[in-house]
């Protein structure tokens, strides 16, 4: 496979615009849960709309809307940094549901248990809260990087030459299309399987550090 | 900005021609995909060691693909085997198999988790074979399963975005469609965008109602 190079090289970006991603898009989204289990009138409100309106959005709407769009309102964006914008705009308002319904089924007694020992509300949050919590959101978190990766096609669309277009290009230029789809897709299957890998060995980890919890 | 809304809903009949094609898509795609997943759950189910395993590699392999991908495939794949399809047809194809995946995952999650003391206690009743199947099995996978059908039918809509790269003309295809002709790229995604949720808050109003019905049928 002489085009085997070229592949990887996609992979490459296709697996670093992933990681930016994912990497700004954890904190972004306990952010947006904080705001809105803090019922912060009127954000709170607001993040639920963006939460609602990004849920339903093709993440290839969304890219076309984030480059080709942003003009319009006076902004100009570099595909990349569209890109990383539009994995990030999605993943960041499914973490913020993942969040939320681990601080939701936070229990109460050991916030008022917090309190009594004259804890504040940041050092509780830091102390008490988030270690228990990234526990109980990690496996949902690691599906959602699953699901970044396989909505990271839809940058292609504004000529990232990520992984789907590297193989697209060398359909194109060998008029044989179906090898490196075929080896495209390979290679995707091996990425979100070392996902699941990772995330199968950190919550082994995180089970023998803390026990089970 | 307000004339450029103007100007991309002067063309409304190309959205909602859009709108319809990715609703009928994504309709028989999930009508489709849960009768299909139903048999590849009760493969993944059966006795024989071989089918299970099969069944069960299909299921994880779909899980682990990006659906474009798998829709090139398809799309490319298929005249390989020396079968000419048009987009919509390799479209529809796409949706289904992969989709299968996923609602299979569904009826199985959904049938492991279904009481056994139902089952006898309707047994207990004298119901048996089909009728047993039809008035006790069936309710209780369809209400358990209805939430999560609800969220993949969200999944289905947006995969169905990715058919306009196979130049289905759906929804996000029919606003490219009209950006590149007026230039109004930004009005014209937006309307894509509130179209597609306006279909996600239909699909969660009819979730609400069913669970709504499970609730009343308990008592």
Known sequence: MPYLPFLLQGALVTASISLVAIALGIPLGLALAIVRWQRIPLLSQLVALYVSVVRATPAITLALLIFFGSPSIGIVLDATTAAILTLLINTSAFNCEIWRAALIDFPRDQLEAARAYGMSPGLAFRRVIL???????LPALVNEMTLLVKASPALAVIGIVDLTRAASRIGAA?????????????????????????????ERMVRERYGTG | MIRDFAVALAHYDAYLNGLWNTLWLSAATLVLASLAGAAVAALMLARNKAMRLAAAAFVDAMRCVPFLLFAYLVYYGLPALSLQLDSWACGLIALVIYHTAYMAEIVRGAWTNLSREQIEAGRAYGFAGFPLFRRIILPQLFFASVPVIGNQ???????????????????????????????????????????????????????????????????
């Open chain 1, 131 to 137: 270690p228990q919590v990234w526990r109980t959101s």
């Open chain 1, 174 to 202: 060998t008029y044989r299309p179906l090898p490196p789809f075929l080896a495209a897709t390979v290679i995707y299957m091996l990425m979100v399987m070392l996902l699941v890998v990772a995330q199968r060995h950190v």
């Open chain 2, 153 to 219: 039918s969200i999944y289905i809509l947006k995969d169905s975005a990715f058919l306009m790269i196979i130049t289905v003309p759906e929804l996000t295809f029919a606003a490219s469609s009209v950006q590149s002709t007026y230039f109004v790229p930004f009005a014209s995604f937006v309307i894509a965008m509130l179209l597609y949720w306006l279909v996600t808050l239909g699909i969660e109003a009819a979730v609400k109602r069913v669970e709504l019905a499970a609730e009343v049928r308990r008592g």
